[in-house]
């Protein structure tokens, strides 16, 4: 008889592997497929590499940089607090260009009436911060009624487009009558008046007398630096050059002595680079040169480029130049032609000092005459004043009168 075989039972342990290994298979997460969408090629934009296009960008950099910089520089700029920036003044026109700067006519906020000359003297460095202060000391010092009056200076700030540029003002008396070189060209063609000419010669001199008594030399008298005031007096300005004369004689000690005006006016002494009796006399030539102006009525540059020049050539170029003018000769006093040929001397010895020609007997007459037409323009005046106040009195009683 045949023997059965008995089948075999599955091992426990397997069966357990199993069943974990179908749980887990039944478990774990399936993986989620995503398809990747097909990108075409996007075309890209190639600049050649050129000079052009290379200063182009480097232009572009550069304007984003400055431009930068300009925001920064507006919201970062200091405000400026000076007299002008509050209103104290009130600025009307530009009327004229100076050798510093611009000059305007303004006056003060709650006094409208007043009028005053405003100069603004660009500074570039401390130098000329310096020397400006210096002119503003020098008219501060000088009170004389043949002296432009000096009112104010302060420091004034203007904002330029990457600094701010420092600007210094002087605020000085205005002479609504302009400079004696508009006034010769306007009134005098043939020269002016002997009266005239006394007059404004005169008033020059005692100031240019009350300057040297005090040792100061203004080393820059001509006749756009006198100006004329309504009332009809000529007063000397512009002291931007003026010095001491301790200065000038160091100058002469230490052979530093330089040129220093305007060439149409300049001594012959200081053509060849040398100063006498500290720079006094070369004062006197230029009122001399401005009385030789006053007399023939053309400015001096017309009459000879350079005076100074032409003297150090022929010594006696100015005393025949006057000599030979023979309308000069005939129409004034032969004591003012010899005072004019004086102060013109080549010689800085033989020219007058502003105490001699005071001491001078014509000169003391012309004064004399000069203060008496003066007492009678008073009086008229005063008369006039008068007059118009018995007028207002007979329409109105109660009318007040200063």
Same mark, same amino acid.
């Given at each position: 008889?045949?023997?059965?075989?008995?089948?075999?039972?599955?091992?426990? =342990?397997?069966? !357990?592997?199993?069943?974990?290994?179908?749980?887990?298979?039944?478990?774990?997460?399936?993986? &989620?497929?995503?398809?990747?969408?097909? !990108?075409?090629?996007?075309? !890209?934009?190639?600049?050649?590499?050129?000079?052009?296009?290379?200063?182009?960008?480097?232009?572009?950099?550069?304007? &984003?940089?400055?431009?930068?910089?300009?925001?920064?520089?507006?919201?970062?700029?200091?405000? $400026?607090? $000076?007299?002008?920036?509050?209103?104290?003044?009130?600025?009307?026109?530009?009327? =004229?260009?100076?050798?510093?700067?611009?000059? *305007?006519?303004?006056?003060?906020?709650?006094?409208?009436?007043?009028?005053?000359?405003?100069?603004?003297?660009?500074?570039?460095?401390?130098?000329?911060?310096?020397?400006?202060?210096?002119?503003?000391?020098?008219?501060?010092?000088?009170?004389?009624?043949?002296?432009?009056?000096?009112? #104010?200076? *302060?420091?004034?700030?203007?904002?330029?487009?990457?600094?701010?540029?420092?600007?210094?003002?002087?605020?000085?008396?205005?002479?609504?009558?302009?400079?004696?070189?508009?006034?010769?060209?306007?009134?005098?063609?043939?020269?002016?008046?002997?009266?005239?000419?006394?007059?404004? *010669?005169?008033?020059? $001199?005692?100031? !240019?007398?009350?300057?040297?008594?005090?040792?100061?030399?203004?080393?820059?008298?001509?006749? +756009?630096?006198?100006?004329?005031?309504?009332?009809?007096?000529?007063?000397?300005?512009?002291?931007?050059? $003026?010095?001491?004369?301790?200065?000038?004689?160091?100058?002469?000690?230490?052979?530093?002595?330089?040129?220093?005006?305007?060439?149409?006016?300049?001594?012959?002494?200081?053509?060849?680079?040398?100063?006498?009796?500290?720079?006094?006399?070369?004062?006197?030539?230029?009122?001399?040169?401005?009385?030789?102006?006053?007399?023939?009525?053309?400015?001096?540059?017309?009459?000879?480029?350079?005076?100074?020049?032409?003297?150090?050539?022929? +010594?006696?170029?100015?005393?025949?130049?006057?000599?030979?003018?023979?309308?000069?000769?005939?129409?004034?006093?032969?004591?003012?032609?010899?005072?004019?040929?004086?102060?013109?001397?080549? #010689? +800085?010895?033989?020219?007058?000092?502003?105490?001699?020609?005071?001491?001078?007997?014509?000169?003391?007459?012309?004064?004399?005459?000069? @203060?008496?037409?003066?007492?009678?323009?008073?009086?008229?005046? @005063?008369?006039?004043?008068?007059?118009?106040?018995?007028?207002?009195? @007979?329409?109105?009683?109660?009318?007040?009168?200063?």
């Amino acid at each position: 008889m045949g023997v059965k075989s008995i089948p075999r039972l599955p091992s426990v =342990g397997k069966s !357990v592997k199993g069943i974990h290994s179908a749980l887990l298979n039944s478990v774990k997460p399936q993986k &989620t497929i995503i398809p990747i969408p097909v !990108v075409e090629d996007v075309p !890209v934009l190639k600049i050649p590499l050129t000079l052009q296009n290379i200063l182009t960008l480097v232009l572009i950099v550069l304007l &984003t940089i400055i431009g930068t910089v300009y925001i920064w520089i507006l919201s970062t700029k200091t405000r $400026c607090a $000076c007299r002008l920036c509050r209103k104290d003044f009130e600025l009307h026109e530009n009327i =004229g260009e100076g050798g510093f700067g611009a000059i *305007f006519l303004v006056t003060r906020a709650k006094q409208l009436s007043e009028k005053y000359i405003l100069k603004k003297l660009e500074m570039r460095d401390l130098n000329e911060l310096e020397k400006v202060q210096y002119e503003a000391k020098q008219l501060r010092m000088l009170q004389h009624k043949s002296i432009v009056k000096y009112e #104010d200076e *302060f420091l004034h700030m203007e904002h330029g487009p990457l600094k701010a540029n420092y600007v210094y003002i002087i605020i000085m008396e205005y002479c609504s009558s302009g400079d004696l070189t508009d006034y010769i060209r306007e009134h005098g063609n043939n020269g002016l008046a002997q009266q005239k000419v006394m007059k404004y *010669f005169l008033e020059v $001199c005692d100031a !240019v007398r009350y300057l040297h008594q005090r040792d100061i030399i203004h080393r820059d008298i001509k006749s +756009p630096n006198i100006f004329i005031t309504d009332s009809d007096e000529a007063k000397l300005g512009d002291f931007g050059l $003026c010095v001491h004369g301790k200065t000038i004689a160091s100058k002469v000690r230490h052979s530093s002595a330089g040129a220093i005006g305007t060439n149409c006016y300049m001594a012959p002494e200081l053509h060849k680079g040398q100063l006498f009796q500290k720079g006094k006399s070369a004062d006197m030539w230029a009122i001399g040169c401005i009385l030789l102006e006053m007399l023939t009525g053309t400015a001096l540059w017309d009459l000879t480029e350079d005076l100074g020049t032409k003297c150090l050539e022929d +010594p006696n170029f100015t005393m025949n130049f006057i000599s030979q003018n023979e309308t000069l000769v005939k129409k004034y006093d032969p004591k003012l032609i010899s005072i004019a040929k004086r102060l013109l001397h080549p #010689d +800085p010895i033989q020219r007058l000092t502003v105490e001699e020609l005071f001491r001078k007997k014509f000169v003391r007459q012309q004064l004399n005459k000069l @203060s008496q037409v003066k007492k009678v323009q008073l009086e008229k005046y @005063s008369g006039k004043r008068k007059l118009s106040t018995q007028i207002s009195s @007979s329409e109105d009683p109660n009318a007040m009168h200063f």
